[in-house]
């Protein structure tokens, strides 16, 4: 399969069968020295929640501790259990916190970080110390605008004479707003979180991955990219070498035509204005290509653009290929969905979301091949 990508890069010359996504670890680990680079004063903690995004988790989390990322950020318990199987030197931290003593412990057991978020977590983690006369290692979050997860500012105060039992490893919060380069926003942000830190004088981290790219004074003590890792341009006008790291490709399985007048897919959403060539490719909702993604999605075959037609169904979708070379169209030609022309972008904008979501929804419903 290597040698397959090898060979033919984005321009395939092969058939395929089946519908093809990968992930490739060349682009993650160029990614993650970039960022690394762009935040040398910084330790980089690699957030792998969401499946990595929709990459494989255990997959990229092993790439990434090769080349040197040895912190990463899951959503719960659960996935923390899954890497530390997989990884015993790794340092894991759990961002939903403990909802029972019993998450306490078998966190502590696996020697997985706490993210406690409020003081009905920080009890959890104080009553646990008190029985088993340990101190354990844990970050706060501070809620300082997103109002999700943390302690209010108000409260505070409070939470020195609460945090005997435990090591703090560091106080962390989150932007709202620093996709949208709102500079102000994260300005008050980042000196909510210096004005309450002088109550516990702890390390600091604040930046995702738009801090990282957005301004040096937001990196603290540690950053936390996500979706750069994976080539999520955090801001679209800006071009900061970010690869691409999966590419996804589905098999033509028919080809027709369409007359004019004629209408194409369920509730006759598009209606053809002239003749067209049409192709039908084996892929659809089931595979995470949203429905809104209708009449709006350009794939592409060897660089020739071909436009959805039509509502897209559960497995297949219908594409225009007039305008695409006569020796490219065949059974099991392989057709761009995402790769060198489809970018991230490109995708979530035709499905009207955010590029976490579109390839979340995509990587979660296909399998996978780590290159």
Do not use: W
Request: hydrophobic share 35%; glycine share 6%; with cysteine.
């Amino acid at each position: 399969m290597k040698q397959f990508l090898k060979k033919n890069k984005y321009k395939i010359n092969k058939t395929i069968e089946n519908n093809m996504f990968y992930v490739n670890h060349g682009n993650l680990i160029h990614n993650y020295k970039l960022i690394q680079k762009l935040c040398n004063n910084s330790k980089i903690i690699g957030v792998v929640k969401g499946n990595a995004y929709g990459h494989g988790m255990v997959e990229c989390t092993k790439s990434l501790s090769k080349a040197g990322c040895n912190d990463f950020y899951v959503a719960n318990i659960d996935d923390a259990l899954v890497l530390r199987k997989k990884f015993q030197k790794i340092q894991i931290y759990v961002l939903s916190g403990p909802i029972t003593i019993n998450d306490v412990k078998t966190l502590q057991d696996n020697k997985i970080v706490i993210i406690v978020n409020n003081f009905e977590q920080l009890n959890l983690v104080n009553n646990f110390c008190h029985s088993t006369n340990k101190r354990i290692d844990v970050v706060l979050k501070l809620d300082t605008g997103m109002n999700r997860l943390g302690f209010k500012i108000e409260d505070f105060y409070k939470i020195k004479p609460l945090s005997k039992n435990i090591n703090l490893k560091f106080l962390m919060s989150h932007f709202t707003s620093a996709d949208a380069m709102d500079v102000k926003s994260c300005n008050l942000q980042l000196k909510k979180l210096l004005i309450s830190n002088k109550i516990l004088n702890a390390k600091l981290s604040i930046a995702n991955s738009s801090g990282c790219f957005l301004r040096k004074k937001y990196h603290l003590n540690f950053v936390r990219p996500g979706k750069s890792l994976y080539g999520m341009n955090p801001f679209y006008k800006k071009t900061y070498k970010l690869k691409q790291v999966a590419s996804f490709y589905s098999p033509i399985i028919q080809t027709s035509f369409v007359k004019k007048g004629d209408t194409v897919g369920y509730e006759k959403t598009f209606k053809a204005k002239k003749n067209l060539k049409t192709a039908t490719i084996n892929i659809g909702y089931a595979n995470g290509i949203l429905r809104k993604a209708s009449n709006r999605i350009v794939t592409y075959i060897n660089d020739f653009p071909a436009k959805a037609l039509g509502r897209i169904s559960m497995d297949l979708i219908t594409i225009d290929i007039s305008k695409v070379p006569e020796k490219f169209i065949r059974l099991g030609q392989p057709v761009e969905i995402l790769g060198k022309n489809a970018t991230y972008e490109q995708i979530s904008n035709a499905m009207e979301t955010n590029e976490h979501e579109a390839l979340i929804s995509i990587g979660s419903k296909n399998e996978k091949t780590h290159i």
